[in-house]
């Protein structure tokens, strides 16, 4: 950690080894070479603290690593300057697969995910229990094994930190269908999770959620502020080259705008929308050139 205090931490649950292969032109049902391979470590909470790095604020990446594969993501966070926490488990890291060719749709593929064992998930709580009070904590992805027993001590340490510090989340399935229900300063989520948990209206979404930000691909944002009124913002028109990890970026770029430029919640999502298209209109994950609106300082 820097000797400044951080002010941003992403929790990862379900961390991805990923490769990125590169094909002229690829098809089903024949051998493939690849013109080029790259590696990265994904995840939500990874490509959030990714584009928080490119804003120039400073974010503690934590998630959970274990095997070959784990390692492997170990060093290329640290090979590529991210401050990150990542707590040891025994299965091995999930890894991945991305497929690239001119003109034709990106294909990704995963590897089973991976739940982190008892020892990691208290190591994270007790981490989290240790931070100073203050500090903004965002819960990032899936994190599989949700309800089971061995995630009590995370669970409990999240529910402690609602009382100290900041939670927002962006995640889906079991543990969103916690975060619903719990006063998370912020809750992003795509609608198609709403509807995982049986969630159809932004209007069942508890009232104990001090703001949302719902997304739902090129149609229109919908958000609420407080106990106001229901708000829908149009995201710029592109053509869409991938849309992996445009959420991700749009979170970043929400966590700056609201807890550090101390924008309203209207407000922020009109400074993350243009990031978050741009995001969308390049590969990768936080690698397209800063949108003409800049980075506010």
């Known amino acids: 950690m820097t000797s400044a205090p951080t002010p941003f931490f992403t929790l990862t649950g379900n961390l991805l080894a990923e490769s990125t292969l590169e094909y002229s032109r690829w098809s089903p049902g024949a051998t493939q070479r690849a013109d080029r391979e790259t590696f990265q470590v994904g995840g939500k909470g990874i490509n959030v603290a990714k584009m928080l790095g490119r804003l120039g604020v400073p974010a503690l990446a934590l998630g959970f690593a274990g095997g070959s594969s784990g390692a492997q993501c170990e060093a290329w966070l640290r090979d590529h300057g991210f401050t990150a926490q990542l707590f040891s488990t025994t299965a091995p890291t999930r890894r991945g697969t991305v497929i690239r060719a ?55 340490a999240l529910a402690r930190w609602l009382s100290r510090g900041i939670l927002v989340a962006d995640t889906y399935g079991p543990p969103l269908a916690w975060v619903a229900q719990q006063p998370v300063e912020l809750l992003k989520v795509n609608a198609a999770e709403l509807r995982t948990i049986g969630i159809e209206d932004s209007a069942e979404i508890s009232v104990a959620a001090l703001r949302y930000v719902i997304t739902d691909g090129p149609n229109p944002v919908r958000l609420r502020e407080g106990l106001g009124q229901e708000i829908r913002v149009s995201p710029p028109a592109i053509h869409e080259v991938s849309p992996t990890g445009s959420g991700d970026v749009m979170l970043a770029c929400l966590l700056d705008a609201v807890f550090r430029q101390e924008k309203a919640l209207r407000d922020a999502v009109s400074f993350a929308l243009p990031f978050a298209a741009a995001n969308a209109a390049h590969p990768g994950v936080a690698e397209f050139p800063i949108p003409l609106s800049g980075i506010q300082k």
Not at 110 to 127: H, T, V, W, Y
Not at 135 to 140: D, E, H, K, S, T
Request: proline letters at 13%; one cysteine or more; a negative charge.
């Open 102 to 156: 001119p003109g034709q749709p990106e294909t990704t593929f995963l590897g089973p995910d991976a739940s982190p064992d008892a020892a990691a998930l208290r190591a994270c709580a007790d981490f989290l229990d240790a931070q100073p009070g203050g500090r903004v904590l965002a819960l990032c992805g899936s994190f599989p094994g949700w309800n089971d027993a061995r995630y009590e001590p995370l669970r409990d």
